[in-house]
């Protein structure tokens, strides 16, 4: 059993900044990459940022130079800060983990229950 655990949404002024957190916990043998993910009312979810296990990123180009991503391989976390916030950008992110239960499965995506970001102007 895998879980994934997101903290850090909340509401914040057109401006501002955010701090999100997600933690990879269970039956984990290696983990591959990590990201978030968003999902806006009424628009398919869409990728944010990605990070593997040995720090290569991945931004949507909307966020680049004002979102930044990170992990700790030792805790199972990646983190994700927003800065410059925008009402745009609000949605639900949620975090993802590609990762193998143990030696001997492959790879499987994992994803959080999400957490709401809300950006007022």
């Known amino acids: 059993q895998v879980q994934l655990v997101e903290s850090g949404g909340g509401l914040v002024q057109a401006g501002g900044s955010l701090r999100l957190s997600c933690v990879a916990s269970?039956?984990?043998?290696?983990?591959?990459?990590m990201g978030w993910y968003r999902q806006a009312p009424g628009k398919q979810r869409e990728l944010v940022a990605t990070i593997t296990s040995g720090g290569s990123t991945n931004y949507a180009d909307t966020v680049k130079g004002r979102f930044t991503i990170s992990i700790d391989n030792a805790k199972n976390v990646v983190y994700l800060q927003m800065n410059s916030l925008k009402p745009e950008d609000t949605a639900v992110y949620s975090c993802n983990a590609r990762l193998r239960p143990s030696p001997s499965t492959w790879s499987y995506d994992y994803w959080g229950q999400g957490t709401q970001v809300t950006v007022s102007s």
């Open positions: 269970g039956r984990i043998f290696s983990i591959n990459a």
